[in-house]
């Protein structure tokens, strides 16, 4: 079965800030990998997702992340943080099968400050 | 092109009855998932229908039920609801020429049960 794990449940930073938010996944098959970021009230917006090929991947709004399949890790980076970036955000992993879910990590809430 | 939509926004109940949430795929989307997050949490998969059948079924009771029509609009049908199913309830569409499982979100429905 599938698992993913984000090692902080909030990150606290200040505007101007680099970030990163870590996330850890188990599978014993090849795997998708996907960060969603959710603003307050909102449904779930794609930020980027890993398919094949280049371990680094690059997003929306300055974000990339990095695949490194020996650790299992999809870790979230961006280099300077705004404001505007303070939402919750949620690795997820899916098989490469068809039919199949999305499992998702519990969210890690950034909060950027002045 | 417009994106995945689904109504009411939110919605009251009470312990016991049944409520129809409903969900309009993206066009050019045949797949749809819906999936709960509850409060503080990731969302976690109920099921996923194509054309029109259930080809895929999270850890959730029979009294969650659902339907696709062949416009590829969708219900979620819960019967006999508790308290434990208060929570953001998030459609999901993909479209059907991805090998991969990039699913786009709606905004939800907040669904509170007294």
């Known amino acids: 079965a599938q698992s993913v794990t984000q090692l902080d449940s909030q990150v606290p930073v200040f505007e101007e800030a680099p970030v990163e938010l870590r996330c850890n996944y188990s599978s014993s098959v090849s795997v998708y990998l996907f960060w969603y970021v959710q603003y307050p009230n909102q449904g779930l917006q794609l930020l980027l997702k890993y398919l094949s090929g280049s371990t680094l991947v690059k997003g929306i709004n300055g974000f990339e992340a990095e695949f490194n399949k020996s650790q299992t890790s999809f870790h979230l980076r961006k280099p300077s943080v705004h404001i505007s970036d303070t939402a919750e955000y949620f690795c997820?992993?899916?098989?490469?099968?068809?039919?199949?879910?999305?499992?998702f990590g519990k969210g890690t809430t950034l909060s950027v400050s002045s | 092109e417009t994106g995945v939509t689904q109504s009411p926004t939110h919605l009251i109940k009470t312990r016991g009855q049944q409520v129809t949430l409903r969900c309009s795929s993206q066009s050019g989307h045949n797949t749809v998932s819906w999936y709960q997050q509850a409060l503080g949490q990731g969302p976690q998969f109920i099921f996923q229908y194509y054309r029109e059948e259930e080809n895929g079924r999270g850890n959730f009771p029979p009294r969650f039920s659902g339907l696709q029509f062949p416009n590829y609009s969708s219900e979620l049908n819960v019967n006999a609801l508790e308290l434990d199913d208060s929570a953001l309830y998030l459609c999901?569409?993909?479209?059907?020429?991805?090998?991969?499982?990039?699913?786009?979100f709606g905004p939800g429905t907040r669904l509170t049960v007294l």
């Open positions: 999901a569409s993909r479209p059907q020429d991805r090998v991969y499982n990039e699913q786009f």
């Open positions: 997820a992993v899916s098989d490469n099968q068809a039919g199949t879910a999305l499992i």
